[in-house]
């Protein structure tokens, strides 16, 4: 069982950053492709960013590629969330998940962990 902390959420003003954590609770390296998801209240979780398990290959949702980063640092079985540029349409809470074999996904229900989410406010 793979537990998810997520970190780094907060308040910020419209243009600005954040960078989100997901610590996990075991080595994850190679095993798991990790993903960022969000979800506004009265909306549908929607797929923000994944990363495969080796990091080498990434993918965004169409309207994040360019301001958001995801990466991972399988040492510290951590994986990021750079937000750059950030909008109030952006707020939402954020949650992090693990998928088993390693191949990223834009799939939600591909995912077989996931974290508790943390609250990203927008001020416009």
């Known amino acids: 069982q793979v537990q998810l902390v997520e970190s780094g959420g907060g308040l910020v003003q419209a243009g600005g950053s954040l960078r989100l954590s997901c610590a996990a609770s075991e080595r994850t390296s190679s095993n798991y492709a990790m993903g960022w998801f969000r979800q506004a209240p009265g909306k549908e979780r929607e797929f923000v960013a994944t990363?495969?398990?080796?990091?080498?290959?990434?993918y965004y949702a169409n309207s994040m590629n360019g301001p958001f980063t995801i990466s991972r640092d399988n040492a510290k079985n951590t994986v990021y969330l750079q937000m750059n540029s950030l909008k109030p349409e952006d707020t939402a809470v954020y949650y992090c998940a693990a998928r088993t074999g390693g191949w990223a996904s834009q799939l939600t229900y591909e995912y077989n962990y996931w974290g508790q989410g943390t609250q990203v406010t927008v001020a416009s």
């Open positions: 990363i495969s398990g080796n990091g080498g290959i990434t």
